[in-house]
Nanobody, 122 residues
Framework: QVQLVESGGGLVQAGGSLRLSCAVS????????MNWYRQAPGKQRELVAG???????NYADSVKDRFTISRDYAKNTVSLQMNSLRSEDTAVYYC????????????????WGQGTQVTVSS
């Protein structure tokens, strides 16, 4: 069973920082790219940051130089360090991967966490 479990969301003042974490199980983490998405009320879900199996990263223009994605192969976790938070960063943040489960290596599909709320007060 594939599980992506986010933690670390909360309420923070503008200019503050938060660190989100996603614990991953049920896939071969070492060969799976990982992403963070977010969805604000009334808006479409958008890609915030991604990290490949080689550690290459990409970011949405709106978060470049403020957010940092990283992964820990020993702990099977992916994190998102968010600095200089703005009110427009308020959203539910989701961990995502496109991977095959260890119980069915022939089927690659998107998996999502349950989401964690980040609220930035101005």
């Amino acid at each position: 069973q594939v599980q992506l479990v986010e933690s670390g969301g909360g309420l923070v003042q503008a200019g503050g920082s938060l660190r989100l974490s996603c614990a991953v199980s049920g896939i071969n983490f070492r060969i799976s790219p990982m992403n963070w998405y977010r969805q604000a009320p009334g808006k479409q879900r958008e890609l915030v940051a991604g990290i490949t199996v080689f550690g290459s990263t990409n970011y949405a223009d709106s978060v470049k130089d403020r957010f940092t994605i990283s992964r820990d192969y020993a702990k099977n976790t992916v994190s998102l360090q968010m600095n200089s938070l703005r009110s427009e960063d308020t959203a539910v943040y989701y961990c995502n991967t496109n991977a095959a489960s260890t119980s069915n290596l022939n089927l690659r599909r998107d998996y999502w966490g349950q989401g964690t709320q980040v609220t930035v007060s101005s």
